[in-house]
C-alpha cells in the first residue's frame, strides 16, 4: 500500500524559507512522479511542482519558478518542497500526490495529508 506523509509547514513571513517534505513507501515500481499541490480556502487544488523518481526531471507552476525547487533524497524515499522568497499569496495548505504512471503528475491516485504554510506579510 502506496503512503505518503506530508510535514514541514508552518508559519512564515514574506520574504522568507521553508522546506516541506514528503516521505513516500510502498511503490511497488521505480517509473512514478510525485507532485506537490496546494490549495487555498474555497479554492481548487492545483499543481505546484513534479518531480520524475526515473530522470529527476522537474517542472513547476509558472508563480513559483524560481523560487521553489524538488528534489528526491538519496535514497529517493523522500521528495522536498523547497521554498524560499515566500509571498502572502503562497499561503495554502499543500499536499504531495502520487502519479504512478510518471505522467506529468496529472493521474495522481494516492495523496498524503495537507500540510499547512501561512505567509505573514
Known amino acids: 500500500e502506496v503512503q505518503l506523509q506530508a510535514s514541514g509547514g508552518g508559519l512564515v513571513q514574506a520574504g522568507g524559507s521553508l522546506r516541506l517534505s514528503c516521505a513516500a513507501s510502498?511503490?511497488?515500481?521505480?517509473?512514478?512522479?510525485i507532485g506537490w499541490f496546494r490549495q487555498g480556502p474555497g479554492d481548487q487544488r492545483i499543481g505546484v511542482s513534479c518531480i520524475s523518481r526515473r530522470d529527476g526531471r522537474t517542472a513547476y507552476v509558472g508563480s513559483v519558478k524560481g523560487r521553489f525547487t524538488t528534489t528526491f533524497d538519496s535514497a529517493k524515499t523522500t521528495v522536498f518542497l523547497q521554498m524560499t522568497d515566500l509571498k502572502p499569496e503562497d499561503t495554502s495548505v499543500y499536499y504531495c500526490?502520487?502519479?504512478?504512471?510518471?505522467?506529468?503528475?496529472?493521474?495522481?491516485?494516492?495523496w498524503g495529508r495537507g500540510t499547512l504554510v501561512t505567509v505573514s506579510s
Open positions: 510502498g511503490f511497488t515500481s521505480d517509473d512514478y512522479a
Open positions: 500526490g502520487l502519479d504512478p504512471y510518471a505522467a506529468g503528475c496529472t493521474e495522481i491516485d494516492s
